[in-house]
C-alpha cells in the first residue's frame, strides 16, 4: 500500500527566527581589572543558546555600554550592510566607525567579562555597575547614572500612549 520513501524535502513557506531575549536589572563591581561579572540569569541565558562570543560597543545614544550576544551582533551587521552602499564614502564611513567601536569578548571560566579602561572611562564606570537585559542586548551602566529616571515619568507614560495609540 505504502511506497518507499528516498527523500523527504521540506520547504519552510515562513522563515522563523528565534530571538534571544535578556530582561532584568542587576548590580555588579568591577574590579580594578576591569573585570565583571555577567549576572547569572544573563550567563545561563547565552550558555544555553550556545553563544560562544559577546560583543561590547558603547551606545549610539545612551552612555552606557551594550553587550551583544555573538548571533545577535552578526544579524547587526549584516542589517546594517544591507542598508549602505560600500561604494559611498559617507556610507562606508559609518559602517566602519560602528565596527571600529567594537570589541569581541568571551567571559571566563568564572562568568567573568573584561572590559578594557577605555570602554569604562567612555560611559565613567568605575566600580559599580548595573546590568540591564534590553530585548536581545545587556547594556551594562554606571550604577549611578540610573539612580534617577532616564526619562521624566509623566513623559514616558504620555510618549508611550501617542506610541501605542498608533497601533490600535
Not at 564606570?125 to 534590553?134: K, N
Amino acid at each position: 500500500m505504502w511506497g518507499k520513501v528516498d527523500y523527504f524535502v521540506l520547504l519552510p513557506r515562513y522563515k522563523v527566527y528565534y530571538m534571544l531575549q535578556f530582561l532584568g536589572n542587576m548590580e555588579a563591581k568591577a574590579d580594578a581589572k576591569g573585570r565583571i561579572f555577567v549576572p547569572a540569569i544573563f550567563r545561563k541565558r547565552l550558555q544555553s543558546e550556545g553563544e560562544e562570543f559577546l560583543v561590547l560597543r558603547k551606545d549610539i545614544f545612551q552612555e552606557c555600554l551594550v553587550l551583544y550576544p555573538g548571533s545577535v551582533w552578526e544579524k547587526e551587521i549584516e542589517t546594517l550592510r544591507g542598508r549602505l552602499n560600500k561604494w559611498n564614502k559617507e556610507q562606508q564611513q559609518i559602517f566602519r566607525q560602528f565596527v571600529l567601536d567594537a570589541e569581541r569578548l568571551e567571559m571566563d571560566a568564572n562568568g567573568r567579562i573584561l572590559i578594557s579602561k577605555r570602554y569604562l572611562q567612555m560611559v565613567s564606570i568605575e566600580s559599580d555597575v548595573r546590568f540591564l537585559g534590553v530585548d536581545d542586548t545587556i547594556e551594562i551602566w554606571a550604577k549611578e547614572k540610573l539612580e534617577k529616571p532616564l526619562v521624566d515619568p509623566d513623559e514616558f507614560s504620555l510618549k508611550l500612549q501617542q506610541l501605542m495609540e498608533h497601533f490600535h
